[in-house]
């Protein structure tokens, strides 16, 4: 048995202590290490190993990696399972850039290990629509395997790092890569991976072609390369067809070789035609001797002449031009040219354009475009290039330098504008844009600065400022990449020219452009100002989006909140509009609402496109005092409906129906009460026409003599108007017309019957006389727009009449004033009339004479036979205004007593 004494436990613990330090010092480092390196990881696990439930790779503030459900079956060799893989690309720092690449000499030595990715996503790498694929990596011995699969496509590779040899093939379904393609694909490949790198690259494509299209192709291909040599040939058998009705046609089998960026050698006869014509592609080298064109030469000698010529031909109803081109001791040049590209675009430039086939150069570029009745043209042009020494192509660094003016007619606008800076891989430097437009009154110009401009997501800033329509404009564009398209924000500020003070119009809106859809952010408004129009004071008026606005092909859908706080005339008002909008394309729905007036307002509308629309109307409101404000006439109750439909094109036409009911209105003295209608309007271009339906009716109508019971039928075209069907009940009788015009050059009849003189009588309060029986006749009346005339009137009795003269204080006093008058009040103090006569006449100015012949008897005097012949003179005008206010002071006395 042994035994451990203290002095042995005590080394031994503290082996086991400094043992445990260092194992969390190297966990602690490994730790920091993945941490600095990008790598980030959550819920970690453990079941049969280490795993990670999510994982990531971060690179200044990029995410290079990710992957979910990351399963760690053994450490050596590493068994490493992965759910999901996905990929991205993140732009490299400038030390990354300038770096060489870290597998020059092919793939590092690495442990033995085993990966298995399920689901391997590389679309965030490779700016094409790859499909997911399942994945398996293994190497052991430093041989290394992959695998890669998906539905309709098989992927293999190998590479053997001792000799660098290397091995690739693949297959699969063109539908697979390209959905709307079909046809079979298959490539192969191997070569060496170590020091220079050489090898050889064959891909077959077999009855390939897009589904909409029958025709099919198949196609050869296969490629050499040796450090910067290399040597592509092709053959096309058939027609190849492409997308959008475009087919690719080979004269003979391609075959092209060079250099790195330089071509050497090439042999080139292909055609492309569409539905906008045919470009032909033609170039061929130039060799001596003969012999060296030979493609073992082309591959074998490095230091063949480099030179050959071609031809770029357009041809078609929207291509026309050619482009001769040559190369020769890596250099290209391209013959001045003249060409027409679609949607009327032009190119040309007048001196040979030098291009240096190298990584780095520079090149003058004095081009002039054309669109339409635009011209661009640059100054002082240069481009210049670097490619970095990775072969990336994303590593090129390239600058333009130069002035672009423009200038020339376009959309019925004069154009100008200028800029001159400097436009690369790292941005653009430069003055601002200037831009201006001119077209009659109209001047708009806009300036956009440089500096405003960003990358990844490209955006920038622009303001505009001039006149249009008459409208002075000023306003700022911002808008940036967002997604998938732009966004940005517009304000925009105007005044509208039919204010003489005020009426600014102040517009404000986020946006959004995306797939040719521009989406105004909901909370957009526009609003106009208070201001004044003659005499008439706007109140301010805004419109605003309640939700998103879209503007697109269709036209613009949303809805909008309509609010104005109203107008305010000398002597009205209208008081506060709100309401709503809905449009839906050519559709547009809008309610308003006057709560003050309990009106409401519906209309809607349809666009045809053309700048013009029609729709329909409804109207429902009650009629209050406060609408009269101000106004001659008073509404004092009642409803008003109405109903109609209109167009917009040159002008405006419209059409509708109002019925008013249980109406009371007031003009001045004169009152109606109980008032009906049912009223047909027409509108066109300034004139209108409105004409009852059925009778218009007034229970009374009071103009210092009450009415009851008025029924006529109007029509109208507001400067004249027609009554016909005119009955009244008056004074306990009638009045009736056939047809009345206001105004009216001539008399026209209107006949009386069956007033009762006792009412008449009592016009006057307290009455003079009492008189009974009933009288009737014919009046002619001519209607002016400011008078009444009565023609030639005629009265007389229908049935016998009555005259009692009261005894009164001031029958007395003219009975004592004259003899005479004494004799005449007694022969008429008791009066039973057989026959009474008038005829009287009314000027403009309200003049009434009237002759009056009475004769009858009188009972009191022993059947006396009495014959009165009177005139009388009276301004009825101020009679009837007497009579009117007369009646109001004693209405009000007796309210006021009661």
Known sequence: MVRLSSRMLRPLGAGLLLLLVIVLLLILVAVGW??????????????????????????????????????????????????????????????????????????????????DVVELDLAGVIDYPLPVMMLTLHQQAQHWQLQASAPHVALQAQYQRASGAWEASGEGALNAV?????????????????????????????????????????LLAQAQFQGAQWQLEADL??????????????????????????????????????????????AATHCAPPENCEPKAAADSPQAIEQGRGTLRLQGESLEGEVAFYWQDRLLVLEPASLTLPQAVTAQWQEPLQIPMARSGFTALPLALGYQGLKVTTGASEVQWALADDDALAAIEWQWAGDVALHGQWQGYQWQGAWQGVVGSHGLEGVPLTLSARQGSDQLTFRLPVDTLQQAPYGAEASVAGSLSGYPLEGNLAFAQSGAGWAGTLQANTVLPQFEQGGQVAVKAPWSLVDGTVSVAAGSQASISEGLIGQVLIRPLSLSATGPLRINEQGISGDLAIHSEGLLAARWRLPPISGTATVEGDQIQSRLTVSEWQSDLWANATLDGNGGAKGAMALRSALTPAMGVGLDVTPRQGQLEGRGHWQWGKTLKASGDITLTETDLDWGSVTARGAAAEIHGEYHDGDIQISSTGPVTVHTLDIGTPMTDLALTVKSDLSQWNVTDLRAN?????????????????????????IDLAQVAALQNPSPVLLAGRVGGYVPLQLGEDFMVIEQGRLANEGPLSLIIPDSSSVQSMAESNQAVKLALDSLSTLLISDFQARMAMNKAGWLDAKITIKGENPQRNNLPVVFNYTHQENMLALMRSLRIGDEITEQLRTENQ
């Open 237 to 282: 058998s058939q027609p190849l067809a492409l997308n959008s009705d475009w087919q690719l046609t080979a004269a003979e089998p391609l075959s092209v070789s060079g250099n790195g960026v330089a071509l050497a050698r090439a042999k080139v006869a292909l055609a492309l035609a569409g539905p906008l014509g045919t470009v032909t592609l033609q």
């Open 178 to 218: 390209l959905p709307d393609w079909q046809g079979h694909w298959q490539w192969r490949g191997q070569g060496a991976w170590q020091g220079e790198s050489a090898g050889e690259i064959q891909l077959d494509l077999d009855s390939a072609g897009p589904v909409s299209q029958a025709q099919r192709a198949d």
């Open 34 to 115: 993945a941490y600095s390196a990008g790598i980030r990881v959550s819920e970690p696990g453990w079941q049969h190993g280490l795993t990670l439930g999510q994982w990531r790779v971060v690179r200044d503030d990029c995410v290079a990696a990710q992957g979910t459900d990351l399963s760690i079956e053994s450490v050596w060799p590493l068994n490493v399972t992965q759910q999901t893989l996905a990929l991205y690309h993140c732009a490299k720092s400038d030390s990354a850039q300038t770096s060489a690449s870290p597998f020059a000499d092919g793939l590092p030595w690495a442990p033995p290990f085993h990966l």
């Open 730 to 754: 008056l004074l306990g009788g009638y009045l009736r017309s056939p047809s009345l015009d206001w105004p009216s050059a001539r008399p026209q009849p209107v006949v009386i019957s069956r």
